[in-house]
């Protein structure tokens, strides 16, 4: 029998035992030891972990068997070992959090069949390769689901049709309303912890970072663990979260399983809105509800898993019947027939106007761009109008790049920041170069300062004709 080893980092952690093919043998033998490191292997002397399911932050799962049961059952032994050099106050967090989840499991799995119940938590002192110290570690015992995410689905099979989503959300809905019901929140709802069983059933899994309800903002905060993508605006902040919180996180899986796409590029972070209709065909019930649910807003969204089902189940919305159009008494006066429009009459997208800020940008940018380039030029090039002309075509096109937002935003700053580099960079040791960390900025600043003046004096004077 291979019994896997679970301390952190063991070169050779897997350890095959002859005498424990034998069923008596397995179920008196008092303890087995890694060959490689010394580490304990039949964890709380009962569960022996035979394969690694995979590793995280805070530790490691592996796939475990039970020999105090007639068939060995098989289940899931959770080590809470955090990566990295933790303070002793993150220490501290992550060994709550890891608690947490035992408390909540033992809770909310023994009394949903769709949550896995906990079986064991408990703590382990082992001794290190160091003579005289020990090193700490905790286990949680749950039980195992024998099926695949809809992560690893996910990858397999490629995207889900609206009805294989809707059947998701028949069953995890009602999960999330339960655990909500008991004062609690997930927080971490995504396709990898949702599992659906050989039966086709669907269970919630890790509830390592969840989080209970309270009246108090402060005790309700965010301690910062939420997966990239899939949490709310509040959730990211570090504020207070709600039940719909929660189901943010399932309509963004939605999401996720309908386009097979990472969700943070189905997001217009420009506009800062969800931007899928143009890549997931749904019906308009379901891509109502999935807009609901994606307010940045908590309290625009619906307040309740029981609120989506209502929605969900509820008959669509017909669209509104036109009003008879009234006969006329007499014959139309004849129009003539359409004419089609000419290229040039076709209207064309129109670009949307810089704002004051982006005015701004613009003017600090190019002037210190102009003012850079003119002392580059002056110091490189010995001709006069070899330099003008090739400072007035620079600045033509960068001006020109603006206008067509080619570059715009934080483009402004990185250009501004690598051409001073460059211009350090081969002016070094030069007296030039103190000339080069002054007089652009300078120029910069007064071009902002005179565009600023410029555009108050526009809306005066816009402001005063609108009233006349």
């Given at each position: ?267 217009d972070s420009y506009n800062n809105q969800w931007n899928w209709r143009s890549r997931i065909q749904v019906s308009p019930q379901l891509a109502q509800v ?179």
């Amino acid at each position: 029998m291979e019994v896997c080893c679970t301390r952190p980092g063991c070169p050779r952690p897997l350890n095959h035992f002859n005498d424990l093919d034998d069923s008596e043998t397995l179920k008196t033998v008092s303890q087995k030891f890694c060959t490689t490191c010394g580490m304990p292997l039949i964890l709380a002397g009962r569960y022996l972990p035979i394969q690694l399911l995979g590793k995280g932050g805070f530790g490691a799962a592996f796939l475990a068997r039970d020999r105090y049961t007639p068939a060995m059952r098989q289940c899931v032994v959770k080590q809470f070992q955090p990566a990295g050099d933790l303070s002793a106050q993150q220490m501290a967090i992550a060994q709550q959090l890891f608690e947490r989840e035992a408390a909540v499991l033992e809770e909310l799995g023994n009394k949903h069949p769709q949550i896995p119940d906990l079986f064991a938590f408990f703590p382990l002192n082992v001794a290190t390769r160091q003579p005289g110290q020990e090193e700490k570690f905790f286990y949680l015992v749950q039980e195992f689901i024998d099926g695949r995410n809809l992560e690893q689905e996910l990858q397999q099979k490629g995207a889900f049709s609206e009805a294989e989503v809707l059947q998701v959300l028949e069953q995890i809905l009602p999960i999330l309303q339960f655990v909500h019901d008991r004062g609690s929140i997930h927080r971490d709802i995504k396709p990898s912890n949702i599992m659906r069983d050989r039966a086709g059933r669907f269970h919630l899994l890790d509830f390592g970072a969840v989080k209970q309800i309270t009246n108090t903002p402060q005790a309700a905060g965010s301690t910062g663990i939420y997966s990239q993508g899939f949490a709310p605006p509040e959730q990211m902040a570090g504020t207070q979260v709600y039940p719909s919180t929660d189901l943010y996180a399932l309509a963004v899986t939605c999401l996720n399983l309908l386009a097979n796409e990472d969700p943070k590029s189905l997001f217009d972070s420009y506009n800062n809105q969800w931007n899928w209709r143009s890549r997931i065909q749904v019906s308009p019930q379901l891509a109502q509800v999935l807009d609901r649910l994606l307010l940045s807003a908590p309290n625009q969204r619906f307040q309740s898993a029981q609120e989506v089902i209502a929605a969900l189940s509820s008959p669509p919305t017909p669209p509104p019947i036109p009003s008879p159009v009234p006969v006329p008494s007499q014959a139309p006066t004849p129009h003539p027939a359409p004419v089609a429009a000419t290229p040039a009459q076709v209207a064309r997208p129109h670009r949307a106007a810089f704002s004051t800020v982006e005015w701004l940008g613009i003017a600090g940018f190019t002037g210190y761009e102009a003012a850079l380039l003119a002392l580059v030029l002056d110091g490189w090039i010995a001709s006069p109008g070899i330099a003008m002309g090739l400072w007035g075509g620079a600045i033509g096109l960068l001006v020109y790049a603006q206008y067509r937002r080619w570059i715009e935003k934080f483009d402004l700053t990185i250009l501004a920041g690598i051409s001073l580099a460059i211009a350090a960079f081969v002016f070094r040791g030069s007296p030039l170069l103190g000339r080069l960390l002054i007089v652009p900025p300078l120029v910069g600043a007064a071009l902002i300062a005179i565009v600023a003046l410029f555009r108050l004096i526009y809306q005066l004077i816009a402001r005063f004709t609108q009233k006349n």
